[in-house]
């Protein structure tokens, strides 16, 4: 199975930029490298999906490495509501529901 | 909302009972997922449907089973709980249509207590 690497937890501040790294290193060619997060009480939430270039909607960026075997979930500016854990998983071309494995994610602090 | 509802949102049972949950949506999609999640274990996939009567297993399905008879509808079944079943359970959708890349969309979950 493709895995991923997060760390556990990491801090922020408010309105300052948050890099979340996730190491994918046995990802293969077509995979696609997915981003949910989770707050307090709710189901995880689509953040942000790719597969090669850097990728950019209205929640995050993400920024994936020329090998493919790291990504990078950027929030430009973090708030207080940003405060959850964010998975990284890898969904394979497959498409087998099997794959769709969630790690234990980062739990993201940001601190007023 | 990605219009999908589970039912009941929390549930206290005793050990040995039958215990079915229910995930409804009305986004017409072909995969729907059943997860559970745990502390230090994150989500695991229990079961999963890629469309009406057409299902099949996950990593955790000891001790589930599931139906579908309807596209909106994704049942969940503990044919006899036990306390190890005590979890947060999650439904979610895919639209599959969409290519192999689509996101899935979840629920808020079921909290499940077996006594």
């Known amino acids: 199975d493709a895995k991923t690497t997060q760390p556990n937890s990491m801090e922020s501040n408010e309105e300052e930029p948050v890099h979340l790294p996730c190491n994918h290193s046995t990802i293969s060619g077509t995979d696609y490298i997915h981003w949910y997060r989770q707050l307090p009480s709710q189901g995880p939430e689509y953040v942000i999906h790719?597969?090669?270039s850097n990728v950019n909607n209205r929640m995050a960026s993400l920024a994936i490495a020329e090998d493919r075997k790291s990504s990078t979930l950027i929030l430009h500016r973090a708030t207080l509501r940003d405060a959850a854990v964010y998975y990284c998983i890898l969904l394979i071309s497959s498409g087998s529901a099997r794959q769709l494995t969630f790690g234990s994610g980062t739990q993201l602090t940001v601190l007023p | 909302d990605a219009g999908i509802t589970q039912s009941p949102r929390h549930k206290v049972t005793e050990t040995g009972t039958p215990v079915t949950l229910r995930c409804h949506q009305t986004e017409n999609h072909r995969y729907m997922y059943w997860y559970r999640q745990d502390p230090g274990h994150g989500l695991r996939l229990i079961h999963y449907s890629y469309g009406v009567k057409d299902t099949d297993k996950g990593e955790v399905s000891d001790g589930y089973s599931v139906s579908r008879s309807k596209t909106e509808d994704f049942l969940l079944t503990l044919e006899s709980a036990t306390s190890s079943q005590t979890s947060v359970y999650f439904c979610?959708?895919?639209?599959?249509?969409?290519?192999?890349?689509?996101?899935?969309?979840f629920g808020n979950g079921t909290r499940l207590t077996v006594t």
């Open positions: 979610a959708i895919r639209d599959r249509e969409r290519g192999y890349n689509s996101p899935l969309h």
């Open positions: 790719g597969l090669t």
